[in-house]
T-cell receptor, first 110, second 115 residues
């Protein structure tokens, strides 16, 4: 059974700082997905990582995938308040559908 | 291009009742997946439909069922509602099967409260 673990689950940081969210998964998965959820809203797709070594960047967010280590990271550069949200990673998508991590609740303070 | 729509957005039911939720995917998308989101369990996969066939099913009891129509619209049904079924139910659509290279686009969700 695929398990996906994110850490930290809660992160409070200051604007302008850098930080990384980690996503570990327990069994082989060639694909890893990152989503953002604002309070009371649905999920917004951020990145789809399809192969080992994949790196994608959008604005202040950069995601990478290491399938050998079963690890994906979401790096936030020079954080701004608008990035405050809950970030989910998800893996799998086969017979058991996507398995999501518990989410990282990110608060960025001025 | 219109996004994924879900109806109704909010629903209050009592224990023992049944409920049907609807999802209209993005035009052209053939895969529809359903997820349950609760504070305790997080996001959990319910099932996926592709070309009117259920392809995958998560670890949920048989009270949870669904179907997909020829126009790719999907419905999910929960019978004999329990308090623990209170959740945000999210529908997601994609061009291809879940787990592929395509992004899944999520709808706004239906918030179900069971009293």
């Amino acid at each position: 059974e695929l398990k996906v673990e994110q850490n930290p689950l809660f992160l409070s940081m200051q604007e302008g700082k850098n930080y990384t969210i980690y996503c570990n998964y327990s069994t082989t998965s060639d694909r890893l997905y990152w989503y953002r959820q604002d309070p009371g809203k649905s999920l917004e797709s951020l990145f789809v990582l399809l192969s080992n070594g994949a790196v994608k960047q959008e604005g202040r967010l950069m995601a990478s995938l290491d399938t050998k280590a079963r690890l994906s990271t979401l790096h936030i550069t020079a954080a701004v308040h608008d990035l405050s949200a809950t970030y989910f990673c998800a893996a799998g998508g086969g017979a058991d559908g996507l398995t999501f991590g518990k989410g990282t609740h990110l608060i960025i303070q001025p | 291009k219109a996004g994924v729509t879900q109806t109704p957005r909010y629903l209050i039911k009592t224990r023992g009742q049944q409920v049907t939720l609807s999802c209209s995917p993005i035009s052209g998308h053939r895969s529809v997946s359903w997820y349950q989101q609760t504070p305790g369990q997080g996001l959990q996969f319910l099932f996926e439909y592709f070309s009117e066939t259920q392809r995958n099913k998560g670890n949920f009891p048989g009270r949870f069922s669904g179907r997909q129509f020829s126009n790719s619209r999907s419905e999910m049904n929960v019978s004999t509602l329990e308090l623990g079924d209170s959740a945000l139910y999210l529908c997601a659509s994609s061009l291809t099967r879940t787990g592929g290279w395509e992004t899944q686009y999520f709808g706004p969700g239906t918030r179900l409260l069971v009293l």
